[in-house]
């Protein structure tokens, strides 16, 4: 993968987390408010992918992706569209 760009980190939905336990592994990592991780545990439900956010800086994006997964969540890192 190329260095340069936004990394976009990406959630995915599992038969094992609920929404509290996705909102509260999002809450913690990304320090969002409570409601906007109920709303991506829930878009994560119904889509079964949810962008979490984009990060400009690859190595802070892997970090990301890599905290989520210590909570036991499947999380991946792509290069952002650039818009």
């Known amino acids: 993968m190329r260095s340069k760009g936004s990394w976009a980190v990406l959630l995915h939905a599992d038969d094992v987390h ?3 336990a996705v909102a509260y592994a999002v809450r913690e990592v990304c320090a969002l408010p409570a409601e906007r991780c109920l709303d991506l545990a ?3 439900g119904e889509s ?3 962008e979490l956010t984009t990060i400009p800086d690859r190595r802070h994006a892997e970090e990301v ?3 989520l997964q210590i909570f036991g ?3 991946t890192l792509r290069q952002a569209a650039d818009v």
């Open 18 to 20: 609920t929404d509290t």
């Open 42 to 44: 829930r878009e994560l």
């Open 48 to 50: 079964r992918t949810a």
């Open 65 to 67: 992706v890599r905290r």
């Open 73 to 75: 969540l499947r999380a």
